[in-house]
Each structure stands twice: as structure tokens, then as C-alpha cells.
């Protein structure tokens, strides 16, 4: 059973909107197929994907009623564009906006960037935020190759604090077979967050399996944040899975910096199923309330009315 207390579900993509899914059918990056293998117990095969993907697709409908039924208040849904490195622009963020338009009261939109492209794609980042409404900036180091330390990430980290906008970014292993997992490793956004102490920086999956690591940056560094999403919670418990330190740290030194995603649509489960592992954790229930929702509503600037409204049935509700 899910809580009983509102979500910001922090990181939700690929949320399987037609639109969505037909763009992702005919755009999956190569580098990518190892996802296939680990998350839906296959052998990777990109024609047969393209043809499944169509299948996938929910209605607005379907899929808000998931988000009711798992007390998601808010979700947040980006786009994904390494174009440049990976062939591919993955989610498009027209796509993104589509979905966000038609429900804003329910959908946070970051902005995926092709960082490779330079002074257009910042021009691209700040069209984006300042004409479209979008909330932050989306980044996969592995995805584009290098390290979140190289000089051509810093004119984006640059634009992010001038805009005022948070970066959400790769932060774990990652599942190719062509990309190293040091990529996401947290010494590299140590670096980052040293050079930028402005920048609101968003370490997703928790910087597993160096959680440690990762709870450490988020003890030392103001501005540096940990998401977990695309984990099941019920695993937070395993002995040996490396949780340990979040389930210290994470209640007590980092206890306002830990930010809850559920990757349903990666992993395969439901968001309902999710939080209700999530919800028989032994957390402090303050604790709970933080990592479920008050955290993400004081990085993003949002109120507790802002974020009960939808669902409440209210005007907000969509």
C-alpha cells in the first residue's frame, strides 16, 4: 500500500504517453540495449522493440490514475538528447512539453540537452526554461562520454545557476556495454560541486553503488542532493546491497537532502508497488515526509498547497 502522504516522484521517465512512445520506439540508442537485457529479462533487439514500444503506450487517463493511486502528487518527466554522442535523441522535449501542457499541476519538465552542440544547445536550455516553463536540466555522463568535470559540461552548470534551475544527473553504474560505470562515479561531481557551490545538483540513483561516497558529497556540499530512484526500496534492507550508509546518513546529517524517484516505467513496476515497499522501510516518519515530498518541495520552490492541490480533487486536480 502506498503512503498516505503526498509524493514528488523525482524521477519518472520514460512516462509511456503515445507520443512518448512512439518517439522512443523509433529513437533507441544502440549504447542502450543492455537496459533490455537487465530490466525486461531479454535479449536486446531493436526491431523487436520498435514494435513492442507502440504496445506500451497508456492514455493520460491510465496514466494519471496510476499517480492517484500511489499518492504522486507531482512527477517529474525530461527529456534525454545525446544526439552528438549516442546517434539518437532518446526523449525529445517537445514530447516532454506535450504531456506537461496538458497536466501542469502534475508534471515537473526537465530539458535534455545535447551538450556537444555548444551555444545553440544553451540557447536551446534557456528557450526552453524561459519560454516553455521548464524546470530544470537533465544529464547522463555516460551517454555522452565524459566526465562530469570536463570542461564542456561547465557553460550548462554556468547557465543552470543563472537560470536557477536544479541539474539532475546520472549518478550510479550504468547498464551499457560500451560505456564505463566510472562515469558516474561521485569523485566527479565532487569536482563540480567545488568549482560551483551555486549549482543545485541532483545526484540520481543515489550514486549507487557508491552510496557511501555519495552521502558524503551530499554532507559536505550545500547544494548537492541524492535521488534514488529506479531502486527497489524493499532492496534498501538487503545485507550487503550497499544501502547501509543511506539508511544512517539519510536520517540524521543528509536527512533534509534525500529526494525520492521511482523509475516505475524502467524497472517495470508499478508506482503503487514501489511506495509501498518504500512505505514499510524503518524510517523516522519525519524522515518519510522529507524524503517523500518536503525535500523536492523546498528545491523546487513549491508550496505545501502546491503540491496537495492535485489531489485534493480540486482545481488543480487534473
Avoid at 175 to 192: I, N, Y
Avoid at 193 to 207: Q, R, T, V, W, Y
Avoid at 291 to 301: H, I, R, T, V
Wanted: one cysteine or more; proline letters at 8%; hydrophobic letters at 40%.
Amino acid at each position: 500500500m502506498a503512503p498516505k502522504i503526498p509524493v514528488i516522484d523525482m524521477w519518472a521517465p520514460v512516462v509511456p504517453t503515445r507520443e512518448i512512445m512512439t518517439h522512443v520506439g523509433n529513437n533507441f540508442p544502440q549504447a542502450q540495449l543492455g537496459y533490455l537485457r537487465v530490466f525486461q529479462k531479454r535479449e536486446p533487439d531493436l526491431d523487436a522493440y520498435r514494435a513492442a514500444a507502440p504496445q506500451m503506450a497508456r492514455d493520460d487517463a491510465q496514466i494519471l490514475a496510476e499517480l492517484d493511486a500511489a499518492n504522486i502528487a507531482r512527477a517529474l518527466i525530461t527529456g534525454f538528447d545525446e544526439a552528438s554522442t549516442a546517434g539518437k535523441t532518446f526523449v525529445t522535449n517537445e514530447c516532454v512539453a506535450a504531456l506537461a501542457q496538458r497536466h501542469p499541476t502534475r508534471f515537473i519538465p526537465f530539458a535534455g540537452i545535447d551538450i556537444m552542440r555548444g551555444s545553440q544547445a544553451l540557447r536551446e536550455l534557456e528557450h526552453w526554461v524561459r519560454e516553455r516553463g521548464f524546470r530544470g536540466l537533465s544529464l547522463r555522463p555516460f551517454m555522452i562520454g565524459l566526465p562530469a568535470e570536463d570542461r564542456h559540461y561547465y557553460p550548462f552548470y554556468e547557465k543552470c545557476v543563472e537560470l536557477g534551475i536544479p541539474l539532475s544527473i546520472h549518478a550510479s553504474a550504468n547498464w551499457t556495454t560500451s560505456r564505463p560505470s566510472d562515469l558516474g562515479h561521485p569523485r566527479h561531481f565532487d569536482v563540480v560541486a567545488c568549482d560551483l557551490p551555486e549549482l543545485k545538483l541532483i545526484l540520481s540513483h543515489g550514486g549507487y553503488p557508491w552510496v557511501l561516497e555519495a552521502c558524503l558529497l551530499a554532507w559536505k556540499h550545500p547544494n548537492v542532493y541524492l535521488e534514488l530512484a529506479a531502486h527497489r526500496p524493499k532492496y534498501f534492507l538487503t545485507p550487503g546491497a550497499g544501502w547501509e550508509p543511506l539508511l544512517q546518513y539519510g536520517q540524521s546529517t543528509i536527512a533534509d537532502k534525500v529526494l525520492y524517484g521511482t523509475g516505475a516505467f524502467l524497472i517495470g513496476r508499478s508506482p503503487t508497488e514501489l511506495l509501498g515497499e518504500f512505505d514499510a522501510l524503518p524510517l523516522k516518519p519525519t524522515v518519510k515526509e522529507k524524503w517523500l515530498w518536503k525535500n523536492a518541495a523546498a528545491l523546487l520552490g513549491l508550496s505545501a498547497d502546491e503540491v496537495t492541490s492535485s489531489l485534493k480533487g480540486g482545481p488543480a486536480a487534473e
